[in-house]
């Protein structure tokens, strides 16, 4: 397996565009989890989806971020309209049964 | 909802040295706790988990205690070889379909 896959891997724009990052979990995998990590704020935990239904969203900051997962082995998350303060790593994780939750490689977004 | 401290924040050792990383957690329900490593620019990735129904836990040179009445789990790296330098972050969550609540991170620099 090839793992949790991300893409792009790298993102830059400028402020106001609309940024849309993707994941694949890993197949057979269950839950899906977006993650954002910065310096000042750690990693934190936006939104969680199980069996591709959205569990637990309290994280997403704003109304500008939105995530879907229409199947059980692809995700996205949308920031429109972007702001440079949503300069950060985003990660996308997934998870099986046994709990043990594998991280995809991240996507480095910067906002100009 | 679970709240997860870690200390501390950095580490500083010399390459042969033994590290210790603490997390205390607030929810006496959690009962999986996880340990991560991120090296510079990579994704996190589980290095040792231990679960509630054991105190202790050794793969080769980490190992992970728990003691549940003070709820509080801690990493163990014995004989750290400058390849250990990383971000560590500890999590925890109650099992089942919930989330893992991590730690702000440990930053672990070993010397040769």
């Known amino acids: 397996d090839a793992g949790v896959i991300q893409s792009p891997r790298h993102e830059v724009t400028e402020m106001g565009q609309e940024v849309t990052l993707r994941c694949k979990p890993i197949?057979?995998?269950?839950?899906l989890f977006w993650y954002r990590q910065t310096m000042m704020r750690g990693l934190e935990l936006l939104i969680y989806f199980n069996n591709n239904v959205p569990i637990d969203d309290s994280g997403m900051p704003e109304d500008r971020f939105s995530a879907k997962m229409p199947n059980a082995s692809f995700s996205t998350l949308k920031i429109q309209p972007s702001e440079p303060r949503d300069s950060a790593v985003y990660f996308c994780?997934?998870?099986?049964?046994?709990?043990?939750?594998?991280f995809g490689p991240g996507t480095r977004l910067t906002v100009l | 909802g679970e709240n997860v401290e870690q200390h501390p924040s950095t580490l500083s050792v010399q390459e042969g040295d033994s590290a210790v990383i603490k997390c205390t957690y607030s929810d006496s329900a959690s009962n999986y706790f996880p340990w991560y490593k991120q090296e510079l620019g990579k994704r996190p990735q589980l290095i040792i988990d231990?679960?509630?129904?054991?105190g202790e836990k050794k793969d080769q040179r980490i190992a992970v205690t728990l003691n549940k009445t003070a709820k509080h789990f801690s990493l163990h790296i014995t004989e750290t070889q400058p390849e250990d330098s990383a971000v560590y972050f500890c999590a925890a969550s109650n099992s089942g379909y919930s989330t893992l609540t991590f730690g702000k991170g440990t930053m672990l620099l070993v010397s040769p």
């Open positions: 197949s057979g995998h269950n839950s």
């Open positions: 994780a997934s998870r099986d049964l046994a709990e043990e939750q594998f």
């Open positions: 231990i679960r509630s129904n054991v």
